[in-house]
């Protein structure tokens, strides 16, 4: 069963770029939002909390975090390594 990692960045954003990165040189699936095509900034406050910044990551529905927090969730299930043993589902 193949996860849902959605990635909610802004234009300018040189973590949500760095993250992007990441996730496509180890192919991993993402739905990405951009902020003022896909949501307002009130929107993204009322998601993540006011104060938060970019990029926010959900698996899933569930909050994991920004780029730091994401990196070192998918590393640690396996996802960011150059040879896997399976297909990482996220």
Same mark, same amino acid.
């Given at each position: 069963?193949?996860?849902?990692?959605?990635?909610?960045?802004?234009?300018?954003?040189?973590?949500?770029?760095?993250?992007?990165?990441?996730?496509?040189?180890?192919?991993?699936?993402? =739905? #990405?939002?951009?902020?003022?095509?896909?949501?307002?900034? +009130? /929107?993204?406050? @009322?998601?993540?909390?006011?104060?938060?910044?970019?990029?926010?990551?959900?698996?899933?529905?569930?909050?994991?975090?920004?780029?730091?927090?994401? =990196? #070192?969730?998918?590393?640690?299930?396996?996802?960011?390594? +150059? /040879?896997?043993? @399976?297909?990482?589902?996220?």
């Amino acid at each position: 069963m193949t996860s849902n990692l959605a990635i909610y960045t802004r234009d300018n954003c040189e973590y949500c770029r760095k993250l992007k990165v990441v996730l496509d040189s180890f192919s991993v699936r993402y =739905i #990405q939002f951009n902020l003022d095509k896909d949501f307002s900034r +009130e /929107e993204f406050y @009322m998601i993540f909390g006011e104060g938060s910044t970019f990029p926010q990551v959900t698996l899933d529905g569930q909050k994991m975090g920004g780029c730091t927090e994401t =990196i #070192q969730y998918l590393t640690s299930i396996g996802c960011l390594q +150059e /040879e896997k043993d @399976m297909e990482c589902m996220v």
